[in-house]
């Protein structure tokens, strides 16, 4: 069966510090790859995408992912986390010419000064 | 461009109550669908529309309908409400056909008691 596992069910790290959010997915077909971002009370809004090509794909707000075929991993980085990270973040998987997409639980990130 | 828009914001209903929730998009976006979203389960998709005149089940349909006459508009119906439909119900929506790049609304949060 087709679903994304996001394995950290909250994270809390230090302003400035370096974050890996993780993300596996079981799917037959060659999937597409999502992160959504998700801040206190409101909807989510999209982060970045992989279709296919440069495995290491560049997001806003200075995210970036990577996404390892062999791992079935599509991890979310940041180099350097900013207080305004603090929210919800979910993966999700499609795939060509899907009409939906799965998502993951979500991993609630936490951010001290 | 308002962007994805839904009312209420918040709405409390008894148990056996029936209500519709809004959602409207000004995109001209073919695809639109309904998420509930639970602590700990992430999103879960509840319907969708590829297009005006054309819906389809999600994951957890049971208890609700929708119809899209419109392009702008996907409202969703609550039937009988039971306390199990409390939730924060998010509306999205994409320009093409498939789920990809979702545009979210704000969320409705509906008490049922």
């Known amino acids: 069966a087709q679903s994304v596992t996001q394995p950290d069910i909250h994270i809390t790290v230090s302003e400035g510090a370096s974050l890996e959010l993780r993300c596996n997915y079981s799917?037959?077909?060659?999937?597409?790859l999502f992160w959504y971002v998700q801040s206190p009370g409101q909807g989510l809004q999209l982060l970045l995408k992989?279709?296919?090509?440069?495995?290491l794909v560049q997001g806003i707000k200075g995210f970036e992912a990577e996404f390892k075929r062999s791992q079935s991993s599509f991890n979310l980085r940041k180099p350097s986390v900013h207080w305004s990270d603090a929210a919800e973040y979910f993966c999700a998987v499609g795939t060509y010419n899907t009409d939906k997409l799965i998502f993951g639980t979500g991993t609630r990130l936490q951010v001290f000064p | 461009n308002a962007g994805v828009t839904q009312t209420p914001k918040f709405q409390v209903l008894k148990t056996g109550q029936s209500m519709t929730l809004q959602c409207a998009q000004d995109?001209?976006?073919?695809?639109m669908s309904w998420y509930r979203q639970d602590p700990g389960m992430g999103l879960r998709l509840i319907h969708y529309?590829?297009?005006?005149?054309?819906?389809d089940q999600g994951e957890v349909p049971n208890g609700y309908n929708v119809s899209r006459s419109t392009t702008e508009d996907f409202p969703l119906r609550l039937l009988s409400a039971a306390p199990s439909q409390t939730s924060v119900y998010f509306c999205?929506?994409?320009?093409?056909?498939?789920?990809?790049?979702?545009?979210f609304g704000p969320g409705t949060r509906l008490t049922v008691t």
């Open positions: 995109m001209n976006h073919e695809y």
């Open positions: 529309s590829v297009g005006a005149g054309i819906t």
């Open positions: 799917y037959g077909a060659t999937p597409y």
């Open positions: 999205a929506s994409s320009r093409d056909r498939e789920a990809y790049e979702q545009y």
């Open positions: 992989y279709f296919s090509g440069d495995t």
